[in-house]
């Protein structure tokens, strides 16, 4: 079992960065592919970013590409979004999950065995 905690979503202006945490614990975190994904209100929960098991190879939806960074630091068991040129669309709940799938598979939520509670971001105009 995986226990997935995020935080430090909040509210903030049109053009602002925030920088998510997710924190595992109960089982090698370094042995899970970490993912991003979102739900805006009425739509469907989207892919946002992944990071591979070392860290060294990241993925990113196209409306986010050039403005998130995702990243992950084994030692602590915490994977991170910093989010920054954040548009009013960016507002959603923020998830985080592990996934022992292969890499390729990164991009499906199914594929994700372990979901933290959310963490939601509002981007204001």
């Known amino acids: 079992q995986v226990q997935l905690v995020e935080s430090w979503g909040g509210l903030v202006q049109a053009g602002g960065s925030l920088r998510l945490s997710c924190a595992a614990s109960?089982?090698?975190?370094?042995?899970?592919?970490m993912g991003w994904f979102r739900q805006a209100p009425g739509k469907e929960r989207e892919f946002v970013a992944a990071?591979?098991?070392?860290?060294?190879?990241?993925s990113y939806a196209d409306s986010v590409k050039g403005r998130f960074t995702v990243s992950r630091d084994n030692t602590k068991n915490t994977v991170y979004l910093q989010m920054n040129s954040l548009k009013p669309e960016d507002t959603a709940v923020y998830y985080c999950?592990?996934?022992?799938?292969?890499?390729?598979?990164?991009?499906?939520?199914?594929?994700?065995?372990?979901w933290g509670q959310g963490t939601q971001v509002t981007v204001s105009t």
């Open positions: 999950a592990a996934s022992d799938a292969t890499w390729i598979q990164h991009r499906y939520e199914l594929k994700y065995d372990y």
């Open positions: 990071v591979g098991r070392s860290g060294d190879i990241t």
């Open positions: 109960g089982r090698t975190f370094s042995t899970a592919v």
